[in-house]
């Protein structure tokens, strides 16, 4: 058979199957055989996955309890900090940014979270991730204006990398008394929200660690 008569046999045979209301994709979805790619088991969730609602929705709330990565950042005045300093704290972790405009935005929700717990079991822990000391020096003079939150900075860029954001900004991250990442969310949300202040709520509720 000629190229030519080849390749109107071809569109016709796909013209028969689309006016017999199939199409290629479903011929290929049946046939696929082991070829098909297999959907991937949902991820367990824990209890706190109720509070995964508004602008939460897209809450993470693992099952399987991993503790925060053993990582050096750094405080105001650089001295070295890692998440294992705030054992026996619930810890609400933002990893943020000047050049990340949803980080900005957030912030002043953050900074009201942290203002609404002030007996100091909540410890809401900024940790920017810029680089470069004109860059970090906006970052510290925006956080200035966003009492009660500390500045704390990660000048290697590294932390959101270390978290199940694998990257993403901003990222949020909630510890509880133990280390351990007990809900993640990355993108922009409301932290002084009802749901927020619930899924806070529910972990600061947890007894402590005998």
């Known amino acids: 058979m000629s190229g030519s008569k080849r390749g109107v046999w071809i569109g ?5 199957a689309v006016v017999a209301g199939g199409t290629v994709g479903t011929l290929y979805a049946m046939q696929a055989g082991p070829f098909k790619a297999a959907t991937p088991p949902a991820a367990e969730k824990s209890e706190l996955s109720r509070f995964a609602v ?5 809450l993470d709330t693992p099952a399987v309890l991993d503790p925060a990565p053993d990582y050096i950042f750094k405080d105001r005045e650089g001295g070295d900090v890692r998440f294992a300093d705030f054992r026996g704290k619930v810890v609400l972790v933002n990893l943020w940014a000047m050049w990340c405009s949803p980080c900005r935005t957030e912030m002043p929700t953050i900074a009201a979270l942290a203002t609404a ?3 100091g079991d909540l410890m809401v822990l ?6 470069g000391d004109d860059k970090v020096a906006d970052a510290r003079s925006f956080l200035d204006v966003h009492d009660p939150l500390p500045f704390y900075g990660d000048p290697k860029f590294q932390l959101p990398f270390e978290f199940p954001g694998k990257g993403k900004m901003p990222q949020t991250i909630l510890l509880d008394r133990q280390g351990r990442i007990r809900a993640a969310f990355a993108g922009e949300a409301d932290w002084n929200s009802a749901e927020a202040r619930a899924l806070i709520d529910a ?5 402590a660690a005998t």
């Open 126 to 131: 900024p940790i920017n991730v810029d680089t």
């Open 54 to 58: 508004g602008s939460l929705a897209s």
């Open 203 to 207: 972990v600061l509720a947890e007894p």
């Open 12 to 16: 016709g045979a796909l013209a028969l």
């Open 117 to 119: 717990y002030p007996g």
